[in-house]
């Protein structure tokens, strides 16, 4: 964690950064800048919505953009879950490959 110097917060507008709050417990820092787009998710959790890993990663913005995303669990996601690509549209495993909604009913 490095001190970012800093005149003014409007010379950050610009910039593309990710702000992330991390008060927690006795920390002694409030928040993390970090450069977007460099992390990229290699697992989707299934739930509703479901998540990415690791931790901050960015959404795929397409669903051809999951081909390198591994499924969580690998097995058929249940009735209604997903995650949520970059434009907020739904996406689910089908215990082979990625399908765009919610998962369906048995």
Known sequence: MRDLPVSDAESLVGLPLNLKPLVYSTNDWTYAITPLGTIAATTAVAGTPGSFTPEGSDAPISISAMSGVTASPATEWTVGQYVEL?????VHWDG???????APGA
Request: aromatic content about 8%; glycine content about 16%.
């Open 86 to 90: 970059d434009d907020g549209s739904p």
């Open 96 to 102: 082979d490959s990625w399908e765009t909604g919610l």
